[in-house]
């Protein structure tokens, strides 16, 4: 009696959503016990029963559109009425947050079901397309493979110029240097100024040494990427959206 107005008629036939009856009674159920220590009014009672519809609807259909159509129309419902006409009739802002709460969780599942389909059609029509183009798809693998292998070889290179061996040698040394000084006694001063000026020393080498193997690195670098930039396109192609015709 209670809850006649706030009936929650979807006006579908029982057939169309038995199989999720269920959920569906579950659901509305909870809709119902937010707002349980409540007299709305009329208005309210109207604002209830179309924000229940809406919900309802969601849970029937199988479409992931059509259920976040519903879910947001329902979200909408309560977020610019509810808040002002269910407080100023008496509802709890606790029943109201939850309501609302339920729905956007409801529909960030829906939202996360349309993109993993969205990716799953996108996939399928790559396959399809490069299954259509196996020469294509074979000349732009082949491609990008031998670019890495060009792009590792620079790396080796970068690795064997003798600024980069020289910067290495200073930063081993300044190590070794400072392990050595901090193991000193602390009555060991004379031995620790004798490291730390040599430690200073190697650390103004090693600012040279850094800008000259910076200035070594980069011809060999602008090669690389080039190459980077030509596999990136390469990728891109090979993943691109595609319609299958």
């Avoid at 829906?110 to 993993?116: D, F, L």
């Amino acid at each position: 009696g209670k809850y006649e107005n706030t009936s929650l008629n979807t006006e579908l036939e029982v057939k169309t959503f038995k199989k999720k009856y269920d959920e569906i009674a579950r659901r509305a159920y909870e809709m119902l016990e937010i707002y349980k220590n409540s007299t709305p009014s009329s208005s309210a009672q109207k604002t209830i029963a179309e924000h229940n519809k809406a919900y309802l609807l969601s849970l029937v259909y199988e479409d992931e559109e059509r259920r976040k159509e519903c879910l947001e129309y329902a979200l909408s419902v309560m977020e610019n009425h509810t808040r002002s006409v269910y407080v100023k009739y008496g509802f709890l802002q606790t029943g109201v947050n939850k309501s609302i709460g339920l729905i956007r969780e409801d529909l960030k599942k829906c939202n996360a079901k349309i993109e993993e389909h969205k990716k799953e059609e996108k996939e399928e029509a790559i396959k399809k397309y490069w299954e259509a183009h196996p020469e294509e798809k074979e000349a732009l693998e082949n491609e990008k493979k031998t670019l890495k292998e060009k792009i590792a070889e620079k790396q080796k290179e970068i690795d064997e110029l003798p600024e980069v061996k020289a910067l290495a040698a200073l930063e081993d040394q300044i190590s070794e240097k400072t392990k050595a000084r901090d193991e000193l006694g602390f009555f060991k001063m004379k031995e620790k100024k004798a490291l730390q000026e040599q430690l200073s020393e190697l650390e103004a080498r090693k600012e040279d040494a850094t800008k000259d193997c910076q200035a070594a690195k980069v011809p060999i670098n602008n090669e690389i990427q080039q190459m980077q930039q030509r596999m990136n396109e390469i990728m891109e192609e090979l993943t691109k959206s595609r319609s299958v015709k």
